[in-house]
């Protein structure tokens, strides 16, 4: 069983900054798969950014060019730093790690609030 703590959120002003982070218990942290998901009330959970074990990195298009993924094996964390905050960023915040090998299990943070707001 893998715990993902998040941390980091908060409100913000339009435009400003804010940087998540998921720290992860799991000492194979370097091979799994990382996410961070938002849900923003009444919506669907949704994918915001994603990392590889090899660094790879996708990202939504609503987010393109404004927030970046990134993750420290060293410290068994992923990062979400988010620039360019819009009112629509809000939401809550789920960092997700992806077992790479079978059973391909998907574990959950609880979560961390972004309000931007003037």
């Known amino acids: 069983q893998v715990q993902l703590v998040e941390s980091g959120g908060g409100l913000v002003q339009p435009g400003g900054s804010l940087r998540l982070s998921c720290a992860a218990s799991?000492?194979?942290?370097?091979?799994?798969?990382m996410d961070w998901y938002r849900q923003a009330p009444g919506k669907q959970r949704e994918l915001v950014a994603h990392?590889?074990?090899?660094?790879?990195?996708n990202y939504a298009d609503s987010v393109k060019g404004r927030f970046t993924i990134s993750r420290d094996n060293a410290k068994n964390t992923v990062f979400l730093q988010m620039n360019s905050l819009k009112p629509e960023d809000k939401a809550v915040y789920y960092c997700?790690?992806?077992?790479?090998?079978?059973?391909?299990?998907?574990?959950w943070g609880r979560g961390t609030q972004v309000t931007v707001s003037s």
């Open positions: 799991e000492s194979s942290f370097s091979i799994y798969t």
């Open positions: 990392i590889t074990s090899g660094g790879f990195t």
């Open positions: 997700s790690a992806l077992r790479p090998y079978f059973p391909q299990l998907r574990y």
